[in-house]
Nanobody, 118 residues
Framework: VQLQASGGGSVQAGGSLRLSCAAS????????MGWFRQALGKEREFVAV????????HYADSVKGRFTISGDNAQNTVFLQMNSLKPEDTAVYYC????????????WGQGTQVTVSS
């Protein structure tokens, strides 16, 4: 299984970015796709998750109302639209596949840097 994250960059506060995570290597019917982030010197934290059918999403309180997770099943790709970005959103963002049966994240992408300046 490979997860390829992309779309990071540098923006000013209030700006937007769209992250993508392309998955390959297996079928994903029993998996959900999540996004996590890790700021320098801090622990990794959950951002958002979506089930592969796209019918269920969940967000961290810190991003609710600003970030939107969505998926394209045909492309095996999940997106994270990030609006109204704040300097505290600065982090390396990782996508990961969660095995729904075991509730564990089995596969991780390589991370993409998001930097928000004030």
């Amino acid at each position: 299984v490979q997860l390829q994250a992309s779309g990071g960059g540098s923006v000013q506060a209030g700006g937007s970015l769209r992250l993508s995570c392309a998955a390959s290597g297996r079928t994903f019917s029993n998996y959900d796709m999540g996004w996590f982030r890790q700021a320098l010197g801090k622990e990794r934290e959950f951002v958002a998750v979506i089930d592969w059918s796209g019918s269920s999403t969940h967000y961290a309180d810190s991003v609710k109302g600003r970030f939107t997770i969505s998926g394209d099943n045909a492309q095996n790709t999940v997106f994270l639209q990030m609006n109204s970005l704040k300097p505290e959103d600065t982090a390396v963002y990782y996508c990961a596949l969660r095995n729904r049966l075991r509730n564990e994240y089995d596969y991780w992408g390589q991370g993409t840097q998001v930097t928000v300046s004030s």
